[in-house]
């Protein structure tokens, strides 16, 4: 059985940088999915996709957030990371990490359960 569970801390204070890790089990993140993403619901606002790592490293982020954000991934942990820095209290949201749906780029399938994340001092 496939499973995503993401992991970081639940409070992070203004300016500091987020780091999240999500970690795939059931499979292989080198070959397993295609698209490895992050994706994040602030409260009472919808889903926004964040940026992926792709099944060949290749990173690719939204615009709006490329100059904070950093996706990385250890193949040997079988995990891939978020990184987010200069954060304000506009990045609390629920965190999580996706794979790709059957439909491909652009879609999501396989989501972990999500994480919380704070910013406030």
């Known amino acids: 059985q496939v499973q995503l569970q993401e992991s970081g801390p639940g409070l992070v204070k203004p300016s500091q940088t987020l780091s999240l890790t999500c970690s795939f089990s059931?499979?292989?993140?080198?070959?397993?999915?295609?698209?490895w993403n992050w994706v994040r619901q602030p409260p009472g606002k919808g889903l926004e996709w964040m940026g992926a790592?792709?099944?060949?490293?290749?990173?690719y982020y939204n615009p709006s957030l490329k100059s904070r954000t950093s996706i990385s991934r250890d193949t040997t942990k079988n995990q891939f990371t978020l990184q987010l820095t200069s954060v304000t209290p506009e990045d609390t949201a629920l965190y999580y990490c996706a794979t790709e749906g059957v439909a491909g780029w652009g879609t999501f399938g396989l989501w972990g359960p999500g994480t919380q994340v704070t910013v406030s001092s």
């Open positions: 790592i792709a099944i060949s490293g290749n990173t």
């Open positions: 059931g499979g292989s993140i080198t070959t397993t999915y295609s698209y």
